[in-house]
């Protein structure tokens, strides 16, 4: 069964840093790109980035590139999202999910998680 | 980069009744390859999305036949043929032609 499992719930004070995670397991996770998508509180999906962890190939959206840095651990089928010193604005529920790789489609999503930024 | 439109933003229907979300593309969603990468994702409440639809017109595993995608270029369409109380939630319209990848804004499917 193809699962991603994400880390916890986060609450940060602004210009902290954190990288949260997603587990996959069930497939090659080396063979599937893996996608992270933001949402704000009470707002739509936005696309941040994606990476492949067959060879760490990484994509960004303009509206997030130098703000994240997506990356994979092949070791542990695990990919990451970092920020090296967070916002308030960065409060959101963020979400990982698989691009399948030949319809290139998000199939299979994690649970989410939510990140919270307050002083 | 792609920009995609959803209209409605909301969508009050009765019970059994049909529902039909629109999509649009700033520029054609057909690959190089041929293939157009246009899916079509479900978010009930306090979920995560929920794949539907994916490459204009084709339901995922598990999907139920009232729900249909058809389109072509830059205009796509999801029609549900009877909404259930269960498909409440906000469908959105993804494009995964061109990187950057991106959603439409949703359309929010309530019951009236």
């Known amino acids: 069964e193809v699962q991603l499992v994400q880390s916890g719930a986060e609450v940060k004070k602004p210009g902290e840093s954190l990288k949260i995670s997603c587990k996959g397991s069930?497939?090659?996770?080396?063979?599937?790109?893996v996608g992270w998508v933001r949402q704000m509180p009470g707002k739509g999906l936005e696309w941040m980035g994606i990476?492949?962890?067959?060879?760490?190939?990484?994509r960004y959206s303009p509206s997030f590139q130098g703000q994240v840095t997506i990356s994979a651990d092949r070791s542990i089928s695990t990919a990451y999202l970092q920020w090296s010193s967070l916002k308030a604005s960065d409060t959101a529920l963020y979400y990982c999910?698989?691009?399948?790789?030949?319809?290139?489609?998000?199939?299979?999503w994690g649970q989410g998680t939510l990140v919270t930024v307050s002083s | 980069d792609i920009v995609m439109t959803q209209i409605p933003l909301s969508s009050p229907v009765t019970l059994g009744q049909p529902a039909s979300i629109s999509c649009r593309s700033s520029q054609s969603l057909v690959h190089s390859d041929g293939n157009t990468y246009l899916s079509w994702l479900q978010q009930r409440p306090g979920q995560p999305p929920r794949l539907l639809i994916y490459?204009?017109?084709n339901r995922f595993s598990g999907v139920p036949d009232r729900f249909s995608g058809s389109g072509a270029g830059t205009d796509f369409t999801l029609k549900i043929s009877r909404v259930e109380a269960e498909d409440v939630g906000v469908y959105y319209c993804?494009?995964?032609?061109?990187?950057?990848?991106?959603f439409g804004g949703g359309t929010k499917v309530e019951i009236k």
């Open positions: 999910a698989r691009l399948h790789w030949r319809s290139l489609h998000f199939d299979y």
């Open positions: 990476i492949y962890p067959g060879d760490s190939d990484t």
């Open positions: 993804m494009q995964a032609t061109q990187f950057p990848h991106s």
């Open positions: 490459k204009i017109s």
């Open positions: 069930g497939y090659t996770f080396t063979s599937y790109w």
